[in-house]
């Protein structure tokens, strides 16, 4: 299966260049695989690129897991990434994706020197 890069999915999103939005379109059209880094990069262009806030970031980034072209990595800790996002959108989505990586992967808790991160269930405050 072929895989998607941060432009790609931003352009099916964001849909402000029609050439690029089409040939987005075309190449995923036979299917296509989304990995974690492409959808945490997503989530900070979107918020610091295109000034999207939190909820605009969580229903793209759903529209992108329920794509009929497209495949997300580990759909399941995604989708527990975006209601961890959605319940504390101040984290920002790629902390909440990582927190449920590690947990997914039985490595936790997640260590980290962020106060906000540090209060969730799965990770530890240093």
């Known amino acids: 299966m072929r895989a998607v890069d941060t432009n790609v999915l931003v352009r099916l999103i964001i849909r402000d260049e029609e050439r690029q939005a ?6 995923i059209a036979g299917g296509a695989w989304v990995s974690h880094v492409a ?14 806030q939190p909820r ?10 329920h794509h009929e072209h497209l495949t997300v990595q580990d759909a399941d800790t995604v989708a527990a990434a975006l209601n961890q996002f959605r319940q504390r959108p101040k984290l920002g989505f790629a902390d909440c994706l990582m927190v449920e ?3 997914k992967a039985g490595h936790g808790p997640l260590g980290t020197f962020d106060r906000l991160l540090g209060a969730v269930d799965g990770a530890r405050r240093l």
């Open 22 to 27: 089409t040939a987005a379109d075309a190449f």
């Open 56 to 65: 605009s970031i969580a229903t793209a980034i759903e529209m992108l897991v």
């Open 39 to 52: 959808l945490a990069e997503v989530s900070w262009v979107l918020e610091s690129v295109y000034g999207r």
């Open 101 to 103: 990586i590690a947990r």
